[in-house]
């Protein structure tokens, strides 16, 4: 339950998600580049962790009985940015200094740079590891706060991330939620030609998680996935698979090919922001 | 326990002792003072009352010292299995929480293997995790594998870590509280099992950050760490028959070093400087030391006892210092053609 629900003229999920797609197009448009195909496509997630799921203070972003939120893929800092902007945390005026000398809101997320920001990714599948240190000293500290931990399917590649998922099952870890995007698009091309990684939810099941598969631009499917997985009752950790489309909600760049680091012309990211919005019309 | 020397014998004729290339070798010369653990018996005091202290170990438990500390607080005592990623990552995480990890491996898998990890969620972060690693430098005859020879150099050049490489089982007890009171990460290189005690009869403390001479000599100055602090002191012994006369400055923390102490040493006319590491010739405490005394426009004759920069042989550790030179004997031998 959010403070956002409890008010009723207070903007919908769905309103939150749209916003933080425009938020991120905004700050596309301010380097004119970015990983903003990626920030489209989890945008619906972000929405939901952080207008539905997590528990958190704008005004204090580390406020102790805060959830956690650990973005390993640092790539996709323009769209926690967009989600932080959104929830208060980072004033919307900061916005214009994405990716600028002296901004508090550089390409990649690092802890040490952003309010909100929990860890120095970058560098890739190093999220997982930290959230199960993190998933137990919450537990050493007798805190039901919860560790989010949102990870990109080509992470799954890199060994670290398996050795944390033991980890996580062997320690019980009921308070670790963890979101894999499925986007099936890494560096090199879609990630499902560059290292087979299914059945996924059968070998993470098997690894001893509670898994959900779920189509991760379905906002009502989201916040179901993330309601159970707070009611889980069983002591796993629970991972959320989000199959997404990269693009999400501008037609012209989810058509578009190769689309890892996307290429958007200066002229279309005013188009893009009018897509967005008829989209939402629509 | 096992031990660099094995005894083998056949039936009524005694073979001579073999030397073996065993991971796990003493470091202690026969008859030599030691104290049993000293790393984990003194991890353990200060959890007694720190309590934000949890151990945390891959399958290095008892190679590391740490099972002491594991049996005094099972419930503080974390194995993450034989995977150093996953270690130093979730270091961080508890960390973050508010704890003081002591983590513990190897020198190598922590320096080679779990760089980047360190480098990133411990170091950039800023976490106050504190690492302890056995088998630093050449203290295992096992091969490449287990011997760290490059372990001060890598951690040296990632910003925000404190670098330590003590000499001892005393200097060892008093770096616990020292590590633990920091804020921020540091790397410790371990000696662990039975450890020789050296330091007590030369009334040292240990000080983070501080460079102490332990003994004066107006011919030759040794600058060192480690093991080699301890090689060292012995050399300084023998060479007094040669009418040598060795002053010895033990450096225990190489970053942050202490330069002004160091400068002010090597600034003593007259003086062979000699710097003795238990660590490759390249980016230790050697290379330290040089930068530091040239930027300081001091320009002693210098010499330089570490590891040559190839693949360590296995074999038996008293072989193998006495081949690559930090020997005590090798040492002297060295200091002599160098006057």
Redesign the interface.
Known sequence: MTRAELRTNEPTIADRAYRIRRNALRMGEVQGQGYIAQALDIADVLAVAYFHAMRYRPEDPAWEERDRFLLSNGHYAIALYAALIEAGIVPEAELETYGSDESRLPMSG???YTPGM??????L??G???????????K??GSDSRVFTLFSDGELDE??KW??M??AA?YGLDNLVAIVDVNNQQADGPSKQMMGFEPLADKIRAFGWFVQRIDGNDLDAVVAAFDAAKNHEGARPRMIIADTLMGKGVPFLERRERNHFMRVDQHEWQLALQALEHGRRA | MKTANNTMTTGSAEKPRLTTSAMIASIAAEGQRTKPAPFGNALVELARERHDI?GMTADLGKYTDLHVFAKEFPDRY?Q??M?E??L????????????T?FVTTYAVFAARRAY??I???IA???RNVKIACALPGLTSGYGPSHQAAEDLALFRAMPNMTVIDPCDALEIEQAVPAMASHQGPVYMRLLRGQVPLVLDEYGYKFELGKAKLLRDGADVLFVSSGLLTMRALEAARQLEADKIRAAVLHVPTIKPLDTEAIVEACRKPGRLVVVAENHTVIGGLGEAVASALMRARVHPAFQHIGLPDEFLAAGALPTLHDRYGISTEAICTAVKSWR
């Open positions: 690092m802890a040490s929990e860890m120095s990714g970058g560098s599948g190093l997982l590891s930290i959230a199960v240190g993190m998933c137990l000293g919450l050493r500290k060994g670290s050795e944390a033991m980890s062997h | 949890v974390y993450m299995g995977a990623q996953l130093f990552g979730a270091a961080s995480g508890i960390a973050a929480e508010g704890f990890p980047d990890f480098h990133q969620t950039e972060e800023d």
